[in-house]
Every structure is written in C-alpha cells, then in structure tokens.
C-alpha cells in the first residue's frame, strides 16, 4: 500500500516550526491564555494548543 504525504510530514512546516525552538520547551502563559480563550469562545470546558513535530511514531 503506497503512503501519502500528509501536513504532518511537510517539509516547510517542520522547518517552520524547528526554527521557532519551541518544541519541548516548559508551559508558556501567552499559549495557556489562548487555549482559555479558545475554549470560552467555543464554549467548552477547555481546550489546548499543540505543536506537532514530525517523530510521532
């Protein structure tokens, strides 16, 4: 069975992101008060926010 590439595997994302160095970095308020605003605009209990790097499995 052939694979896709999908946007996790993309290669201008992933280098995007490595070059922010925040992958595996502490809690950061600013990225806390976003996913509490997230949360009361969708109106849910919570929500959060994720980075996704490419070792995933």
């Known amino acids: 069975m052939a694979q896709h590439g999908t946007a996790l595997d ?11 160095e925040i992958l595996g970095t502490p809690p950061e308020p600013a990225f806390d008060r976003l996913a509490k605003l ?12 994720t980075f996704v790097g490419g070792d995933l499995f």
């Open 10 to 20: 993309d290669p201008e994302r992933l280098a995007a992101l490595h070059s922010y």
């Open 38 to 49: 997230a949360a009361q605009i969708c109106g849910a209990p919570y929500a959060a926010t």
